[in-house]
Nanobody
Framework: EVQLQASGGGLVQAGGSLRLSCAASGFSFDDYAIGWFRQAPGKEREEVSCISKADGGIDYADSVKGRFTISIDNAKNTVYLQMYSLEPEDTAVYYC??????????????????????????WGQGTQVTVSS
């Protein structure tokens, strides 16, 4: 059974850093891409980053490029999202999700929550990130 456990959220001041962890079990990163998503109050869920060990793919949303880094620790079966230079606009619940076989999705235009759910079949619970100004 594919299981994902996100953790590492918290309260941080603007300009600060946090590292989110997505602990995985029941599958191999060789076969699954891992995505990080976030949903802010009153807003649609959006993809933040994705990593695929199988094809080496790594993607970032434009809003986080240069500030966030996604990585895999195979020994710990964990995917990390290192977040630097946090902004109040990064405040959201962050989720990790797993996509079987197809690597990170190629997204052009709007990427709805329904499409996200279709692409990523397994989701972890969220972890809250709050950035104060």
């Amino acid at each position: 059974e594919v299981q994902l456990q996100a953790s590492g959220g918290g309260l941080v001041q603007a300009g600060g850093s946090l590292r989110l962890s997505c602990a995985a079990s029941g599958f191999s990163f060789d076969d699954y891409a891992i995505g990080w998503f976030r949903q802010a109050p009153g807003k649609e869920r959006e993809e933040v980053s994705c990593i695929s060990k199988a094809d080496g793919g790594i993607d970032y949303a434009d809003s986080v490029k240069g500030r966030f880094t996604i990585s895999i620790d195979n020994a710990k079966n964990t995917v990390y999202l290192q977040m630097y230079s946090l902004e109040p606009e990064d405040t959201a619940v962050y989720y990790c999700a797993a996509r079987h076989w197809f690597g990170c999705p190629v997204v052009t235009g709007t990427y709805s929550a329904a499409e996200q759910d279709s692409d990523f079949g397994s989701w972890g619970q969220g972890t809250q990130v709050t950035v104060s100004s």
